[in-house]
């Protein structure tokens, strides 16, 4: 056994602490309070040498460990302070000790970025999945549900950070099995293994295809699956439907964009800023679709703001892909002729293009989420203000502070809030 693999699995028994919270109950968090004293104390030895990594061995201290024990720590104080829950203490806690142990035996034998992350995944949803049958004595499709979210969000996090984040990532990836608890989703077993299947199969489509990298296809994958578990099978859809088709544009003619520089990098292949740019109002719409009755808002409005936001995205990018291929761009604030690939510049083309984009996501909405014609329309129009709002922000406040991440972020949410709030005008508060 490799140093490098003793260590993982040195870092997964570790993990294995989380599962006396049951016994210790309000004092989850003690057995992390003797780890964090360990690696505080500790500075030479097998032991040492046993958790450190080379970071740690350059400063003669186990900061990696410390900082994992910290963090677990702090998911424990929360267990009685917030009524966090064993379980999704459990899940968060062993999601990454093992995940970081099945990607290290993953790379024993093939050192590639996806296997590495297929291997953490894998080992990380049996580490989640376990710790909470064994904490409650049953399995249920919500340990399930909570497990799989758990390991999509570790492993995309362990691929945008290193071991030194562990704190980061056990904290956030805590923070979400608090949150899924929270809003206690009751799904099926039919429909968790459906999420799994189609999200993993589209999610290989899009790597194998190029149409997005390994972080971009994790991230693709975990918002695949909250949309169908929380939202249900035309959410999924509608999502799938800006994924594969936005994808496909990116492709588009791509010799010819790289030539005028106006080209996605790594060859077309999105990664998760610009996937989570583009769904994250889509994302916090479905969040509160799935909070119900708990929020004095129609869940008919978060849908409406969940197409809209969608129909942004696919017009934004349809515009830009399709768009700048034709010529001559115009700023739209001042509607001067500027070189391809200005931000904010726009052409008739690439205009057109975009709205088709919305209208498509209008038409599936409609087909798919049950909305009347009217609403139909109403996301349409909400594609429409978040495509413009895009192109408006490109040309003013895009550079310096503000990236093209932040950009599709806020026209997204503003595409998505002019639909809801344009049903809210009209009254239109409900399928």
Not at 105 to 130: C, I, K, Q, W
Not at 135 to 156: D, H, I, K, Q, W
Not at 384 to 407: F, W
Request: net charge negative.
């Amino acid at each position: 056994m490799t140093p490098p693999l003793r260590r993982a699995v040195a870092y997964a028994l570790v993990s294995t602490f989380a599962l006396a919270a049951p016994l210790l109950g309000r004092f989850a968090a003690a057995p992390f309070v003797v780890v964090a004293a360990f690696a505080y104390v500790v500075t030479d030895g097998p032991a040492f040498r046993l958790f450190a990594y080379p970071w740690d061995e350059n400063d003669g201290r186990l900061r990696t460990l410390l900082g994992f024990a910290l963090a677990a720590i702090g998911l424990g104080v929360l267990v009685p302070a917030v009524d966090l829950g064993v379980g999704a203490f459990v899940a968060a806690v062993l999601a990454l000790g093992y995940g970081d142990f099945g990607r290290r035996l993953v790379l024993e034998y093939r050192a590639d970025a996806f296997a590495g992350s297929v291997g953490f995944v894998a080992a990380s949803l049996v580490g989640a999945l376990l710790g909470q049958v064994v904490v409650a004595a049953a399995v249920t499709p919500s340990m399930a549900f909570l497990a799989v979210s758990a390991a999509l969000l570790a492993g995309l996090l362990r691929e945008t950070f290193t071991e030194r984040d562990y704190p980061y990532v056990v904290l956030s990836v805590g923070l979400l099995c608090w949150l899924l608890a929270a809003l206690a989703p009751a799904p099926s077993w039919t429909r968790i293994v459906a999420a799994v299947a189609l999200t993993v199969v589209f999610g290989g489509l899009s790597y194998g295809l190029g149409a997005a990298s390994v972080t971009g296809m994790l991230t693709g994958v975990f918002l695949g699956v909250l949309a169908l578990v929380l939202g249900g099978y035309g959410w999924f859809a509608v999502l799938v439907t800006f994924f594969a088709v936005g994808g496909l544009a990116s492709k588009y003619r791509y010799d010819e964009k790289a030539d005028i520089g106006v080209a996605e990098e790594n060859d077309g292949a999105r990664g998760s800023g610009n996937v989570l740019g583009n769904s994250l109002a889509a994302l916090l719409a479905l969040l509160g679709y799935a909070a119900g009755p708990a929020l004095p808002v129609p869940g008919a409005l978060f849908a409406l703001a969940f197409a809209g936001s969608v129909a942004t995205a696919l017009a934004d990018t349809l515009s830009s892909e399709i768009g700048t291929l034709y010529g001559p761009p115009h700023l739209l604030t001042t509607f001067e002729t500027v070189p391809p690939g200005t931000d904010g510049a726009v052409t008739w083309q690439g205009e057109l293009a975009g709205l088709a984009g919305a209208l498509v996501v209008a038409a599936l909405a409609g087909a798919l989420l049950g909305f009347s014609t009217t609403g139909a329309a109403l996301v349409l129009a909400g594609g429409v203000v978040g495509m413009t709002v895009d192109s408006l922000a490109g040309a003013t406040i895009e550079g310096g502070y503000v990236g093209n991440q932040g950009v599709n972020a806020l026209a997204t949410c503003c595409g998505g809030l002019a639909s809801a709030l344009l049903a809210a005008a009209i009254g239109l508060v409900a399928f």
